[in-house]
Protein backbone atom coordinates (compact mmCIF):
# COMPACT_ATOMS: atom_id res chain seq x y z
CA UNK A 1 0.00 0.00 0.00
CA UNK A 2 2.93 2.24 0.56
CA UNK A 3 3.88 2.12 -2.54
CA UNK A 4 0.59 3.03 -3.65
CA UNK A 5 0.81 6.12 -2.15
CA UNK A 6 4.10 6.81 -3.01
CA UNK A 7 3.66 6.34 -6.79
CA UNK A 8 0.30 8.18 -6.68
CA UNK A 9 -1.06 4.65 -8.16
CA UNK A 10 -4.85 4.14 -7.98
CA UNK A 11 -4.99 6.39 -4.84
CA UNK A 12 -4.15 10.30 -4.63
CA UNK A 13 -0.25 10.76 -4.51
CA UNK A 14 0.91 11.49 -0.28
CA UNK A 15 4.26 10.54 0.28
CA UNK A 16 4.14 11.37 3.86
CA UNK A 17 1.00 8.41 4.39
CA UNK A 18 3.07 6.56 2.05
CA UNK A 19 6.09 7.03 4.54
CA UNK A 20 4.12 6.13 7.58
CA UNK A 21 2.85 3.19 6.01
CA UNK A 22 6.15 1.71 5.41
CA UNK A 23 7.34 2.81 8.88
CA UNK A 24 4.29 0.12 10.18
CA UNK A 25 5.62 -2.58 8.21
CA UNK A 26 9.70 -1.99 9.26
CA UNK A 27 8.55 -1.61 12.67
CA UNK A 28 7.10 -5.27 12.04
CA UNK A 29 10.71 -6.33 10.56
CA UNK A 30 9.69 -6.43 6.69
CA UNK A 31 12.82 -5.53 5.43
CA UNK A 32 10.65 -4.21 1.58
CA UNK A 33 9.61 -1.96 4.23
CA UNK A 34 12.43 -0.79 6.18
CA UNK A 35 14.82 -0.15 2.80
CA UNK A 36 11.93 1.79 1.59
CA UNK A 37 11.82 3.65 4.50
CA UNK A 38 15.69 4.13 4.43
CA UNK A 39 15.61 5.46 1.02
CA UNK A 40 12.57 8.39 1.93
CA UNK A 41 15.37 9.18 4.81
CA UNK A 42 17.90 9.79 2.60
CA UNK A 43 15.45 11.63 -0.55
CA UNK A 44 13.24 13.70 2.22
CA UNK A 45 10.46 12.11 0.31
CA UNK A 46 7.48 12.45 2.80
CA UNK A 47 9.75 12.65 5.68
CA UNK A 48 12.55 15.10 7.07
CA UNK A 49 15.81 14.08 5.63
CA UNK A 50 17.57 12.22 8.21
CA UNK A 51 20.45 10.27 7.44
CA UNK A 52 20.69 8.80 11.23
CA UNK A 53 17.29 7.28 10.39
CA UNK A 54 18.47 6.00 7.22
CA UNK A 55 21.01 4.15 8.41
CA UNK A 56 19.12 2.91 11.02
CA UNK A 57 16.71 1.46 8.49
CA UNK A 58 19.58 0.32 6.26
CA UNK A 59 20.96 -1.56 9.35
CA UNK A 60 17.72 -3.48 10.45
CA UNK A 61 17.59 -4.44 6.65
CA UNK A 62 21.24 -5.72 7.03
CA UNK A 63 20.95 -7.34 10.21
CA UNK A 64 17.62 -9.50 8.44
CA UNK A 65 20.93 -10.81 5.96
CA UNK A 66 19.26 -8.39 3.16
CA UNK A 67 21.98 -6.90 0.45
CA UNK A 68 20.31 -3.64 0.07
CA UNK A 69 20.30 -3.13 2.99
CA UNK A 70 24.22 -4.39 3.49
CA UNK A 71 25.35 -2.60 0.64
CA UNK A 72 23.33 0.72 1.72
CA UNK A 73 24.47 0.92 5.49
CA UNK A 74 28.05 0.07 3.92
CA UNK A 75 27.52 3.26 2.26
CA UNK A 76 26.34 5.51 5.41
CA UNK A 77 29.59 4.02 6.80
CA UNK A 78 31.46 4.99 3.67
CA UNK A 79 30.16 8.35 3.60
CA UNK A 80 30.03 9.20 7.19
CA UNK A 81 26.17 10.05 6.83
CA UNK A 82 23.72 9.12 9.91
CA UNK A 83 26.95 7.22 11.55
CA UNK A 84 30.59 7.94 12.08
CA UNK A 85 32.59 7.50 9.17
CA UNK A 86 34.01 3.83 9.53
CA UNK A 87 35.92 2.38 6.50
CA UNK A 88 36.24 -0.79 7.81
CA UNK A 89 32.79 -1.08 8.86
CA UNK A 90 32.11 0.05 5.12
CA UNK A 91 34.04 -2.92 3.47
CA UNK A 92 32.57 -5.43 6.02
CA UNK A 93 29.53 -4.56 4.71
CA UNK A 94 29.76 -4.64 0.94
CA UNK A 95 31.58 -7.78 1.15
CA UNK A 96 28.88 -9.30 3.12
CA UNK A 97 26.42 -8.17 0.29
CA UNK A 98 28.80 -9.10 -2.51
CA UNK A 99 28.63 -12.47 -1.41
CA UNK A 100 25.25 -12.79 -2.02
CA UNK A 101 26.04 -12.19 -5.43
CA UNK A 102 24.28 -8.83 -5.59
CA UNK A 103 25.49 -6.77 -8.37
CA UNK A 104 25.31 -3.29 -7.22
CA UNK A 105 27.46 -4.61 -3.31
CA UNK A 106 30.21 -6.00 -5.69
CA UNK A 107 30.35 -2.51 -7.92
CA UNK A 108 30.68 -0.62 -4.15
CA UNK A 109 33.02 -3.06 -3.54
CA UNK A 110 35.11 -2.83 -6.34
CA UNK A 111 34.68 1.11 -6.31
CA UNK A 112 35.83 1.19 -2.40
CA UNK A 113 38.62 -1.21 -2.87
CA UNK A 114 40.14 1.07 -5.71
CA UNK A 115 39.78 4.08 -3.72
CA UNK A 116 41.77 2.61 -0.94
CA UNK A 117 44.30 1.39 -3.41
CA UNK A 118 44.38 5.24 -4.95
CA UNK A 119 44.79 6.95 -1.34
CA UNK A 120 47.06 4.13 0.20
Known sequence: MGHAYEDGKGVHR???KAAGLYRKAAEHGLVTAQLELAH?????KGVQ???FEAARWFRLAAEQGNPIGENGIGFMYFRGEGISRDYRQAADWF???AEQNDAMAQGSLG??????WVFR
Open 40 to 44: LYLSG
Open 95 to 97: QKA
Open 111 to 116: FFTRMV
Open 49 to 51: RDY
Open 14 to 16: DPV
